[in-house]
């Protein structure tokens, strides 16, 4: 189910991966990025003294947030490794995920070359860090099986650390047993087929996505991701027409009214030619609504 390449062209991409809605992992593809060698615990424990981030604890699908610098947040982690590998019994660590780090930091762009923006619609453009989520975790982190909010599809960065991806084709997501809009019952891990046996025959693979590793994920692509190690990385959800299309669709399944507005905005750019500079405002919101 999941291709791997060492590089990639526009016209590949769309044609064999995005068109057909295949995942592909781009091995090494940011292996060139400072960001690769220069985020880790001590970089962000020295920048992050003043930003204060939402962490969320126990189960991710319940939302529970609390509050503390990224600093804090990452000496906690720095601890919580250090316990691991002393092998004491420690308690889950709160997982921070989708954050817009460079609307709160923007001087992380400057760890950043080379963005692969040829790969995304020419209306994310030069404003494609507008759009950026950031995730740092623990080590055995689980994000239980979904797909994205809007129906976007995903490119995600792997920058430190390593995680697996366990995926399900998006057209397969009636045999993986929804409990709610977008969250499923269904362990990829551990599946039971005589409880799930739709899941039987839905079309499943899985990879590990290491530092220096770009992963695509196609719209509606169901995912459960576990954190193999410490872990950085950010991802950008992004549409095309096609795929815009798909989240206005996903009111009719029972998303939420909101997403069906975001998905607006969107489309407004892509079908219309609205520059994205005057449309990311009724956008932006997204960026902490999903977290």
Request: with cysteine.
């Amino acid at each position: 189910m999941i291709q791997t390449v060492t590089n990639i062209d526009r016209r590949t991409f769309y044609e064999k991966y995005v068109v057909p809605g295949k995942p592909v992992l781009i091995k090494g593809g940011i292996n060139n990025w400072p960001a690769v060698s220069k985020w880790n615990y001590d970089y962000f424990m020295d920048i992050g003294q003043s930003l204060k981030v939402p962490i969320k604890t126990g189960d991710l699908t319940k939302g529970t947030k609390i509050v503390m610098s990224l600093a804090e947040y990452t000496a906690l982690l720095k601890q919580h490794e250090s316990e691991l590998a002393a092998q004491r019994p420690v308690s889950k660590a709160p997982y921070l995920h989708d954050v817009p780090i460079f609307l709160m930091m923007p001087q992380l762009k400057d760890d950043i070359s080379s963005f692969p923006v040829d790969l995304l619609p020419s209306w994310y453009g030069n404003n494609w860090w507008k759009f950026v989520q950031f995730f740092m975790g623990s080590s055995n982190s689980l994000t239980p099986l979904h797909f994205d909010t809007l129906c976007t599809h995903n490119l995600f960065f792997q920058i430190q650390g390593s995680k697996r991806f366990y995926m399900v084709k998006a057209s397969d997501w009636k045999k993986c047993y929804l409990n709610s809009w977008r969250w499923a019952d269904v362990d990829l891990e551990t599946p039971d087929f005589e409880k799930f046996p739709l899941l039987k025959d839905a079309e499943r693979g899985d990879v590990v996505v290491d530092g220096g590793d770009i992963l695509f994920m196609p719209s509606g692509t169901l995912h459960q991701v576990r954190g193999l190690s410490y872990s950085i990385s950010f991802n950008i959800d992004w549409h095309t027409r096609q795929s815009v299309t798909k989240g206005l669709l996903s009111g009719f399944r029972g998303a939420p009214m909101q997403n069906v507005f975001y998905n607006g905005v969107v489309a407004t750019g892509l079908y219309f030619g609205v520059p994205s500079r005057y449309l990311f405002k009724y956008y932006q919101s997204y960026l902490n609504y999903v977290s």
